[in-house]
């Protein structure tokens, strides 16, 4: 049986201190057990919530977190630990914030396009408009969209809205009504709040790295189909924003967070050599995502 904490470090520091329960002064802790611990619950003035056969949180007064190592029922005691927004600090922890900043860089995205090739934008949400209420976003295809209005000039499928047509939207008390893009995965959206996001939803709280940038998104799919989408949907949506860039004299830096863990892993199949040759062409960054296949070999 062992305590993860020392005497001394109990009473010193705010993150040793996350156990303690400041409205009824009792602390929580964490500990491993086998056998049954009413007995040690009674003697103690505790109250034990069981989470698995092996693991509970045990609430109690602070003297008597010692007494719980005289019990051969608890194999090993932790102290809890504070949790915080990850992504509230990503902006400042990948050292953005230093470039947005006024007295440095002083880069905001303004004069680029964001592109977000993913499952759609919420085209309504306050961090892609303007102070004004008017969009951000200069485009929209729904490759996925079977009607509604009319495909991209060079594409056969999908419908495009272009930022007027947003605009006209937005105006209405029912927006969706007039163009019906929902992003019901919300993948997009969030990706998109994460990489041009403005804050306004927060007052400023939850910013992206580029607030200022334009954006363009594209809703990756086949007409009248909701299932897994194919390389061949991102090689056109890849192709579209570099298009819409060029035509309005625009860098652009595309994002990619689908992905996929077939192919030959040596970046000579058709579909990676086809991204390589696009990033170099125009003034075009593209990021992938690392993705979420840590173990899937």
Known sequence: MSLSYTDDALYDGTELRAGFNEADGTWEVIV????????????????AEILTESLAIITLDEGGIHALNRYSEIEYIEMPKNL?????NAVGRSCISVVQSELSFNLTGSGVIVAVIDSGIDYTHPDFRNADGTSRILYIWDQSAASGGEAPNGFNHGVEYGNDALNAALK???????????DTIGHGTTVAGVAAGNGRASRGTNMGAAPE??????????????????????MRA????????????????INISYGTNNGSHDGKSLFETYVDEMARKWKTNIIVAAGNEAAGL
């Open 213 to 234: 940038a334009s954006i363009i998104a594209v809703r990756l799919g086949r007409t009248g189909e909701r299932s897994f989408v194919r390389d061949t949907e991102l």
């Open 172 to 182: 209405e008390i029912q927006p969706f009504s007039v163009i019906p893009e929902l």
């Open 238 to 253: 890849v192709k579209y924003c570099i298009e819409k860039a060029m035509s309005l004299n625009m860098p652009i830096s």
């Open 84 to 88: 915080s927004f990850t992504l509230q």
């Open 32 to 47: 491993k057990y086998s056998g049954d611990l009413s007995r040690l619950t009674a003697d103690l003035g505790a109250r």
